[in-house]
């Protein structure tokens, strides 16, 4: 392209670069001083000198979240069609209408069926009304936990170290708000008073969202994720919510981010062991115990053992912590000793006939797909066709089992 080139005046743009890096030099130069003297320096931690966050690009950690979390992203709309969420794109709206076009009449009918208000009548005929309060009162336990996830995730962009890095958690905060606007509008399909915030509730997530630096990873990636993809698992595989294997997917890949980013970027011995960390993650841990009491009644009415559930909740959470570098004040096998021993004077106190058993051996995940995703982000028992029909029946295939090898390896990250 050819351009008319304008005159400039040199010694003006001599002085005007000279101006320029004199000030540089003193902005930063201050700002340098400030952050040591604890006055506060920079806010942005980027690098422009090398166009990347501090910390650098780390582009793996990119891929293995940022990456990964687009390949499996969903869409509320073809999700869960009776909502009123219309976020699909044009191109998939089209490849929608295409397949609609290609189902039988009776496919056809139950479509319609699904994408109206009778959503909330097969909820009726499925539930009975103690049911369905069960069931919000369950559901709205983790969709407040949802609202503290989005803002917790947010506020770790500042945290973490590089490109990658931030990518990854800018996915979260993303999800986060995806799960928090679609759960909201399921439990309302309920028609039933969604209960406010328990005081265990209120503990456990203000203590995590006041968390410094870090350990809000171990609160929010380790504890409350590991809570809610408990809680998914354990209801997945019911009527009107097959939903739940969706969010349950994204939990996965949530609690691998903390081990994942720690390979980049190591916590300091202090950080892993110090006697102070490991009794903050203990203390921000034990408004779980009574929460989870809590809705003893309510699991109890859809058939769900509470101790087993949280036998369940603590051995993940107990794995997790270990393969992420937080200690606890005991070896996990240890804490899952005592714990153990807890919930079985508890049972012996308030059940009559009870007999000690191992309930951190106990899993409540039923539906098939759910029990893939935890196998390869757990271990453990591997998923059978026949273990997800005790519990209910087979898991039909979703978008979740369609992402074939992404959705095995979430565990691993």
């Known amino acids: 392209m050819d351009f008319v080139e304008l005159p400039v005046n040199q010694k003006a743009a001599t002085w005007n670069r000279t101006i320029e890096e004199r000030l540089n030099r003193l902005v930063r130069a201050r700002d340098r001083w400030r952050a040591r003297l604890g006055l506060g320096g920079r806010a942005a931690d980027y690098d422009d000198v090398h166009y990347e966050c501090e910390g650098g690009a780390r582009d793996d950690l990119r891929r293995k979240h940022y990456d990964k979390s687009l390949r499996l992203l969903w869409k509320a709309e073809a999700a869960a069609p009776w909502s009123s969420f219309r976020d699909l794109a044009a191109g998939e709206r089209a490849v929608a209408d295409m397949a609609e076009q290609s189902l039988s009449p009776a496919e056809r009918e139950v479509r319609a069926r699904i994408t109206s208000a009778e959503f909330r009548a097969e909820l009726d005929r499925h539930y009975t009304p103690r049911q369905k309060q069960a069931l919000v009162n369950i559901l709205s336990a983790i969709g407040h936990g949802e609202a503290y996830a989005w803002l917790v995730s947010a506020s770790n962009l500042r945290d973490v170290q590089s490109s990658g890095a931030k990518a990854a958690v800018t996915m979260q905060v993303l999800e986060e708000a995806k799960h928090f606007v679609v759960l909201r509008e399921l439990i309302g399909a309920f028609a039933v008073p969604v209960p406010r915030q328990s005081a265990w ?117 107990v794995h997790l912590s270990d393969r992420a570098g937080f200690e606890l004040p005991a070896p996990p096998e240890v804490m899952l000793g005592r714990f153990n021993a807890l919930f079985n004077l508890y049972c012996r106190l308030t059940r009559p006939g009870h007999q000690a058993r191992d309930f951190m051996a106990a899993e409540t995940s039923r539906d098939e797909v759910v029990a893939r995703v935890e196998h390869d982000a757990f271990g453990g028992r591997a998923p059978t066709r026949a273990a997800a029909a005790a519990g209910g029946p087979p898991a039909a295939p979703s978008p979740a089992a369609a992402a074939g090898d992404d959705a095995a390896a979430v565990g691993r990250g």
């Open 201 to 317: 509730e209120y503990l456990l997530l203000e203590g995590v969202l006041k968390a410094r630096g870090l350990e809000k990873f171990y609160g929010m990636n380790v504890l409350v994720e590991t809570i809610a993809l408990s809680i998914f698992g354990a209801l997945a595989h019911l009527p009107g919510l097959e939903l739940l294997r969706l969010f349950h997917l994204d939990e996965a890949r949530h609690t691998a981010l903390p081990q994942n980013y720690f390979k980049e970027f190591p916590m300091t011995r202090r950080q892993r062991t110090g006697r102070r960390a490991r009794a903050r993650r203990l203390r921000m841990a034990l408004p779980t115990l009574p929460l989870i009491l809590l809705l003893e009644e309510d699991l109890a009415v859809l058939g769900i053992d509470a101790f087993e559930f949280a036998g369940s909740v603590l051995r993940k959470v």
